[in-house]
């Protein structure tokens, strides 16, 4: 099914409405649900919906959220999101962070007791707005296993780093830590599919291509996949994740993140509040004046994307270009949902009274 | 050869300041380089040396560099290295990232004009020492070719995180961009062995296990290897590196680096001036008591050292684990230097008329 992107946010902000989620917060959050959808990231978009409505209804999920400033200096602050969701609580701290960052050249922000933040980008790119380089990151439930762990100890935790071009648009680099991202795997599920080596390993810690593996104790494995590719690094990046996010804020960090599913309880034993983010934003003019940064950043697209490609037909790909050439694509033509997700969208317009798509 | 760390560090000291620098720039730098050979990254010690004094001999390294501020806010800086050794700038950036985080919560400061400044994790570990969380970063002259270019266009561009914990030591995320970083690929090449298939790529652009493809027109992988396993991911970060580094400080990006060995010469055609860094650091109590954070920390790093392994014999290693126990073990057993090393560094005694080793 193709559908308009004003007529899937005006049925995702109402669902949110429904939720209890005040008119504002609504807006907020089909927006960054949509902004995914539009940038071709389905698997953060409005497929998730289904699930912040489960744990809406198992009551870990707080729709009228108190957010609040439990500490800060000049540029830095730690703000509890009263658990409500992330779609709302990153950009209440990037908000915070870009203030900081007008008055004093940068801010930093580390949240805990939230929830899902949905796409990284969205809130590292309202910082590019304002001419400044955006940072976010989250921690998230715990599917990927260290290098030689047979646990799960880490999600796939991803970072995001935007910076602002001239011409050229924002060069955004938003991944996750781990080799393969979760919405992968399900796609190879989906099609029933091997993945590549080294993107999982099974309960017992072998590698394999099965892509069933994950549901049955098996792991994901962080970027690089075993040792010897450098997964350590992998690893690393998650641990950074991990601890600004929620060491740091005092959210629950590692295998104590609450699992993002209803029909999994979070750990009896919690370690903190929530999940974690942390956002940043520091002022491009606190280094250098825009528009020479801006010319420099032309400059480097442009050289990169000019570089002599292995096959004639390849070119490289600026990070954040895909998720634009997606955006400028399904803004006019429509965004494509999945079967799937288009019965369980209705399925939450029946439980709330609300029109079908 | 086996040498104690007094009597290398004293030899260090001896050719900087053979080479023109004060004795306090000279133990400085003899202090980074001392602390790579004492945690075991050989590659970014003593055996450098050579390559500096080369670099100093046709004039791309001064060592009496007045390093400026060319600009800033309360919390964000830009400076000039004027030339620099970057052993000897980046702590000058760090301590300036110090003093506005000391005042402000946090400090981030961007660098050109510098050098090569050795490990990086020693430039974070000097915010750890004061409850700062520290975070170091530099371009590197263009060995690695981002996903689908045969062109080498980004250095290995190394990052590190570095976190204070409480009984435990610090957390040291201290690692390259890269697949694989230029020292291993120089252990495998001395050895006569093939590398692993996602390292490098021949001078088309084919994926090759050859360690000598890389000086004959070959380039390094970013991590992850190829697409399918993340390569974009690497090329991502290494770009994020590059960006921060110096497309903001206003230090050449990309393939305009210039290359660390003497016998090649610099691009004709600089975008900036020497090559960039970028560091930073964060005050843990700007978020949250120092004694919570290392409460939690310490909880961090025994959960994942406690972890499920693969095989029995294994164990999670935490990051910057291995380099403090190669620390422990040098500081009472010596360094280990290979002849090659020796013979580099005798004939710069010999050069500079000093005592041999």
């Known amino acids: 099914m193709l559908i308009s992107q004003s007529a899937l946010r005006a049925f995702t902000e109402n669902i949110f409405l429904a939720m209890g989620c005040s008119a504002e917060h609504a807006a907020l959050a089909a927006d960054v649900l949509l902004q995914a959808d539009l940038r071709g990231i389905d698997s953060h978009g409005v497929a998730r919906l289904i699930g912040y409505v489960r744990l809406w209804e198992s009551k870990r999920i707080n729709t009228s959220p108190n957010i609040t400033i439990v500490h800060q200096t000049p540029t830095t602050a730690t703000i509890d999101g009263d658990a409500g969701l992330g779609l709302i609580v990153a ?5 915070l962070a870009i203030e900081k960052a007008e008055q004093y050249g940068s801010g930093w922000v580390s949240v805990r007791n939230s929830n899902h933040f949905g796409i990284a980008g969205y809130h590292a790119l309202m910082a590019v707005e304002k001419n400044m380089i955006g940072f976010a990151m989250t921690n998230a439930s715990p599917l990927v296993a260290p290098t030689y762990s047979s646990e799960r100890l880490l999600g796939t935790n991803p970072m995001c780093y935007a910076f602002p071009a001239g011409k050229y648009p924002p060069v955004v680099v938003d991944m996750a830590t781990s080799a393969a991202a979760n919405g992968k795997l399900e796609i190879a599920q989906r099609a029933g599919k091997p993945v590549p080596e080294g993107w999982i390993q099974d309960a017992e810690g072998n590698y394999t291509t099965d892509p069933h593996a994950l549901k049955s104790g098996g792991s994901l494995l962080p970027l690089g996949g075993d040792k010897e590719h450098g997964s350590h690094k992998g690893f690393g990046l998650s641990a950074t994740v991990d601890i600004l996010s929620a060491v740091l804020s005092g959210a629950n960090y590692g295998p104590w993140v609450p699992p993002f599913v209803s029909f999994l309880k979070p750990p009896a034993d919690p370690v903190g509040l929530g ?15 825009v528009d020479e940064f801006k010319t420099h ?34 803004k006019v033509n429509g965004i494509p949902l999945v079967d799937a997700v288009v019965d369980d969208l209705n399925g939450l317009a029946e439980k709330f009274g609300l029109k079908k798509l």
Chains 1, 2 share one sequence.
Do not use: C, Y
């Open 91 to 95: 950009p209440f701290a990037m908000r």
């Open 275 to 289: 999940i974690g983010h942390f956002v940043g934003a520091m002022r491009v003019d606190g280094f250098r004046p």
């Open 297 to 330: 950043m032309d400059n480097w697209v442009n050289r990169f994307k000019s570089a002599q490609t292995v096959l004639p037909d390849q070119k490289v790909i600026i990070p954040g270009e895909p998720e634009l050439e997606a955006k400028a694509h399904r």
